[in-house]
């Protein structure tokens, strides 16, 4: 599917995980944040709030919202479990899919990418190393992101310690899936890191922690864009 028209490359996008910085009113404040610079910068930003969050995330800004994860089922009896069409109801515009936190079986990823084709949500599907990245590219998901685990969260960047992940990455998938857009994260915290990945070959990052927890979110938020224009 095309990508939203406020979601286009370069691209940041900012999981919130479940860090209390990003959790409930906190959340709204750091979506307006980085709704804010986009604005100024004109590079896309979206968020991935909670899911309780999505909803007051939605009607405080005008930014792409992704879920952070839904699950592979239809409408029915699944108690606790997270639907597409409903995160699409609340207003999101797509969602996070196998996360080194949320991780999956590759028959439920494919599953989800067509459960999101089917409510028009953008599918953001993560993982770990080329090889994967390529067997989830044959699934034609909107986005890919590229994380090693063994670095996220740890502010030492993908794009430096293991650049060989992105470009790999980038040259196997192509062969396979032309159209996917590929974004890369794992440590992601200044601007050098997103500027060198864009050199690599991506279309963006997907960055927590780095955004986040940071002192001054803005601040960092504001120097990422102005290096994805680079």
């Known amino acids: 599917m095309l990508l939203p028209k406020k979601l286009q490359t370069p691209m940041i996008i900012v999981n919130f995980k479940t860090y209390l910085e990003a959790t409930g009113t906190k959340g709204v404040e750091l979506a307006r944040k980085a709704e804010k610079v986009s604005s100024e910068t004109g590079i896309s930003l979206g968020v991935a709030p909670q899911f309780a969050d999505i909803a007051i ?47 999956l079986k ?51 960047s993908v794009s430096k310690a293991k650049p060989e992940v992105i470009t790999d990455t980038v040259k196997l998938v192509r062969q396979v899936n032309s159209k996917v857009t590929i974004l890369c994260g794992a440590g992601i915290g200044h601007g050098e890191d997103i500027a060198a990945a864009l050199r690599l070959g991506t279309q963006g990052v997907l960055v927590a922690s780095g ?19 680079r």
């Open 57 to 103: 995330v939605v009607e405080a800004v005008d930014i792409p919202v992704f879920a952070q994860h839904v699950d592979p089922i239809r409408p029915g009896g699944f108690t606790g479990h997270v639907l597409a069409k409903s995160v699409k109801e609340v207003g999101a515009v797509g969602t996070l899919v196998n996360h080194s936190e949320r991780q």
């Open 106 to 156: 590759l028959s439920d990823i494919d599953e989800i990418i067509k459960l999101t084709r089917e409510e028009g949500l953008v599918s953001c599907v993560c993982a770990n190393n080329p090889s994967i990245s390529t067997a989830v590219a044959t699934l034609k998901p909107d986005m890919i992101a590229v994380e090693p685990p063994e670095l996220i969260g740890t502010g030492i």
């Open 211 to 229: 955004i986040v927890k940071a002192k001054d979110s803005y601040a960092i938020m504001r120097e990422f864009a102005e290096a994805s224009k």
